[in-house]
């Protein structure tokens, strides 16, 4: 079965400048989830879907991120306008149901300059 | 609130070294926990796991036992190989505050030949 894909793999952009990440989750995972990884850190949750629906985007700054999961499937995650500080690695995750293992992608790797 | 602290590395070992990381919770209820090994480069892949008191996961030649009265668990291997070389995070699920995960800061472990 094919695991979890992103894309792109690495984006270098400058600050203020927009950005977007897209997952592809595995195939029957209801939810999906992103994640942030600063270096040397643990991930920490933006924001988790059950199918179509954000369930938990406490973590997630509304300011300048959004994401959408269009009919359960794809993700995108975006950010508008990017800082500095966002240089981090991107993680999309999914599991099959809430609570269940999860499985993640490879990551985006996203510097801003 | 729930939460997982780790041993803090970096941790290098020799070649067939025995390997212990150590790794306690805190949680609400009964959560399921699970170690995650990231390789330079690559997403999180799930290492092993166990959902109740007394399991014990096991993959790889990793082990780890799931210990309620100490709210532990430690990942050891018997005998590491270069190959091991990789950031460790454990991790649990919580099915109290709706399984979100809860990731540690991560354990860098270095084998050299």
């Known amino acids: 079965e094919a695991g979890v894909v992103q894309s792109p793999r690495y984006k270098i952009i400058e600050k203020k400048q927009p950005v977007a990440f897209w997952c592809n989750p595995i195939?029957?995972?209801?939810?999906l989830y992103w994640y942030l990884q600063n270096l040397g850190q643990g991930p920490e949750l933006l924001i988790r879907?059950?199918?179509?629906?954000?369930?938990?985007d406490s973590q997630l700054p509304k300011d300048r991120f959004s994401a959408e999961r269009l009919k359960g499937v794809d993700s995108t995650l975006k950010i508008q306008p990017a800082e500095l500080g966002d240089s981090a690695v991107y993680l999309c995750?999914?599991?099959?149901?809430?609570?269940?293992?999860?499985?993640f992608g490879p990551g985006t790797r996203l510097t801003v300059t | 609130g729930d939460s997982v602290t780790q041993m803090e590395g970096p941790v290098t070992l020799s070649e067939e070294a025995f390997l212990t990381i150590n790794c306690t919770y805190t949680?609400?209820?009964?959560?399921?926990l699970f170690w995650y090994v990231q390789y330079p480069g690559e997403g999180l892949q799930l290492l092993l796991k166990?959902?109740?008191?007394?399991d014990k996961g096991s993959n790889k030649g990793f082990e780890a036992t799931y210990r309620k009265e100490t709210t532990s668990f430690h990942l050891e291997k018997g005998s590491v190989q270069v190959s091991d070389s990789a950031v460790y995070f454990c991790?649990?699920?919580?099915?109290?505050?709706?399984?979100?995960?809860?990731f540690g800061t991560g354990t860098s472990l270095t084998v050299i030949p």
């Open positions: 995750a999914s599991s099959r149901s809430r609570g269940d293992e999860q499985y």
């Open positions: 195939s029957g995972h209801n939810t």
């Open positions: 879907y059950e199918n179509e629906e954000a369930v938990d």
């Open positions: 949680a609400t209820g009964y959560p399921s």
């Open positions: 166990a959902t109740k008191a007394d």
């Open positions: 991790a649990l699920s919580d099915r109290n505050t709706g399984n979100q995960f809860y």
